[in-house]
C-alpha cells in the first residue's frame, strides 16, 4: 500500500525558511513522479514544485522560483521541499504528491498535507 507522510510544517515569520519532508513507503518510486502542491484558505490547490520521473528535471511555479527547492535522497523513498524567503502568501496546506503512469492514464497518491503558516 502506497504511503506519503509529510513533516515539517508550522509557524515561521516572513522572509524565515522552512524545510517539508515526505516520507514514501509501499512501492518503488524512481519512475514516479514527485511533487510537492499547496492549498491556501479560500485558493484552489496549485503545483508548488514537480520531479519528474526518474528524478532529474524540475519544474517549480511562478510564485516559488528561485526561493523553493524539491529534491530526494539517495534512496527515493523522501523528497524535501526546501523553502526560504518565505511570505505570507506562501500559507497553506502542503500536500505530497506521487504520480504512477499507468495504461490509459496515472494515479494519484497523496498525503494528508502539513501546514505552513507565514506570520508576524
Known amino acids: 500500500q502506497v504511503q506519503l507522510v509529510e513533516s515539517g510544517g508550522g509557524l515561521v515569520q516572513p522572509g524565515g525558511s522552512l524545510r517539508l519532508s515526505c516520507a514514501a513507503s509501499g512501492s518503488r518510486f524512481t519512475m514516479y513522479a514527485m511533487g510537492w502542491y499547496r492549498q491556501a484558505p479560500g485558493q484552489e490547490r496549485e503545483l508548488v514544485a514537480l520531479m519528474r520521473p526518474g528524478g532529474g528535471n524540475t519544474v517549480y511555479a511562478d510564485s516559488v522560483k528561485d526561493r523553493f527547492t524539491i529534491s530526494r535522497n539517495k534512496a527515493f523513498d523522501t523528497v524535501y521541499l526546501q523553502m526560504n524567503s518565505l511570505k505570507p502568501e506562501d500559507t497553506a496546506v502542503y500536500y505530497c504528491?506521487?504520480?504512477?503512469?499507468?495504461?490509459?492514464?496515472?494515479?494519484?497518491?497523496w498525503g494528508k498535507g502539513t501546514l505552513v503558516t507565514v506570520s508576524s
Open positions: 504528491n506521487s504520480r504512477r503512469p499507468l495504461v490509459g492514464g496515472s494515479e494519484d497518491y
